[in-house]
């Protein structure tokens, strides 16, 4: 139950994916494009499909599908958070970035029927698929927990 205070760090990412998706949507705007470098830029994109536009044309079932599916999962993962012990507080922030990741994007598809993406890396005619903040936190999450289940506990302070 102890490691339930990391949950905090959902919140804040939330908040952070939630107001640079704002900004993106009425600031941005469909039209604006803001290069930063020769090789990445800030461009609204409307995703209603998953990762890299996946299932995009499905006729709407998608929707339904994966805001139940970050539903589930992120109720799995608070339980999961409560049940951790002491030494694996690493999980717990790994966790708690896919929680926020999956609830940012699932807000989106509540609210728009898309998911607003934004952030936009690319190489002469190679575009890699746009993405956003949710996206980052659920790929970080991820990648910490692959770390750990290859044996590089990546916060953990203690022995097991």
Known sequence: MKHLKWLWLALIVLILDQATKYW????????GLIPILPIFDLSLVHNTGAAFGFLGSSG???????VSLATVISIALIIAIAKLQSFERHLAVAYSLVIAGAIGNAID?????YVVDF?????QDYHFPHFNIADISIFIGAA???????GKPFLNTKQR
């Open 109 to 113: 598809r509540v609210v728009y029927q």
């Open 24 to 31: 993106a949507e009425h600031i941005l705007g469909w039209d």
């Open 60 to 66: 709407g079932w998608q929707h339904v599908f994966f």
């Open 119 to 123: 952030i936009h890396w690319f190489y």
């Open 144 to 150: 910490l927990l692959f770390a750990e289940a290859f």
